[in-house]
């Protein structure tokens, strides 16, 4: 227990499991009230976590969900863009389907918290976003057009806002983190010797584990990062893709 984030509002998109639900449990332990929104319901129980039903895709819902968060709290300090999916294939064979569900989810989805949550910030003079972006975004990998598009897009956009929520003097951080494989259900359709090839990938040879980045996404939400803003942190085990 610790206090980074005593009195602090977080929001965190796609905190039911993963990554996004060791972000609230941890940033909860370290005194933040926190909303995991998601399509599903949590995964697990904490004290201060609290489950509100988001869709990032569904404009009317995110307004619907930062409104009464506003409501209860009068502001929202720090928001994680967390909420992503996979849906891989060679891009010969990627459908329409399978570019626009990921574009609007992990683009869409992003632009549509951070256009809300990003004015609030600049009003109240204080806020940090973090965009989850990936180690897919910085090196690309082959079937993954639609996702590494995102996931570099994510970046451009942590880094715009950087500048834009800045002005005035607000006090706005945003950032981006790009994690390497970390065991969740997003990699559940990928074989184990592919996983197995990645951790070889890695300097410390081994994959990540959601908490690890759930402690760097703690260090961007705090005050311990009051001069980072604009910067994507690739927390990776040193994995060149
Ligand atoms: N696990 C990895 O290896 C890895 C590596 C690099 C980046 N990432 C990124 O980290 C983030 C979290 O991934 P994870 O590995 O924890 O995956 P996960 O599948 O365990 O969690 C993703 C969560 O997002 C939620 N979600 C999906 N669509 C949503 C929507 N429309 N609205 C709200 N919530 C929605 C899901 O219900 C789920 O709870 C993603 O952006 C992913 O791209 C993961």
């Known amino acids: 227990m610790g206090n980074r984030l005593e009195r602090k509002i977080a929001l965190v998109t796609g905190g039911s499991a993963g990554i996004g639900a060791e972000c609230c449990k941890l940033f909860a332990r370290e005194g933040a009230i926190v909303f995991a929104g998601d399509l599903k319901p949590l995964s697990y129980e904490a004290e201060n976590v609290e489950y509100i039903r988001l869709d990032v895709t569904d404009t009317k819902n995110c307004e619907e969900v930062v409104s009464s968060i506003k409501n209860r709290h009068g502001k929202i300090d720090v928001l994680v863009n967390n909420a992503g999916i996979t849906r891989d294939a060679l891009i010969h064979k990627m459908t329409d389907e399978l570019w626009d569900i990921v574009i609007d989810i992990n683009l869409k989805g992003v632009f549509n918290m951070a256009r809300l949550i990003g004015p609030l910030m ?17 090196f690309g990998n082959i079937g993954q057009t639609n996702y590494a598009a995102t996931k570099m897009g994510v970046v451009g956009m942590a880094k715009t806002w950087a500048k834009e929520f800045a002005r005035k003097g607000a006090n706005v951080r945003c950032n981006a983190i790009a994690p390497g494989y970390v065991m969740t259900d997003i990699l559940k359709t990928v074989p184990q010797d592919l996983l197995d090839q990645f951790a070889g990938l890695t300097m410390l040879g081994r994959l990540g584990e959601p908490e690890e980045i759930a402690k760097a996404a703690l260090f961007l939400a705090s005050d311990e990062s009051s001069y980072v803003t604009g910067h994507l942190l690739s927390v990776n085990g040193g994995m060149r893709l």
């Not at 003079?125 to 972006?133: A, K, L």
């Open 122 to 138: 600049m009003e109240n003079g204080y806020g940090s976003i973090i965009n989850i972006s990936s180690v897919v975004g910085e």
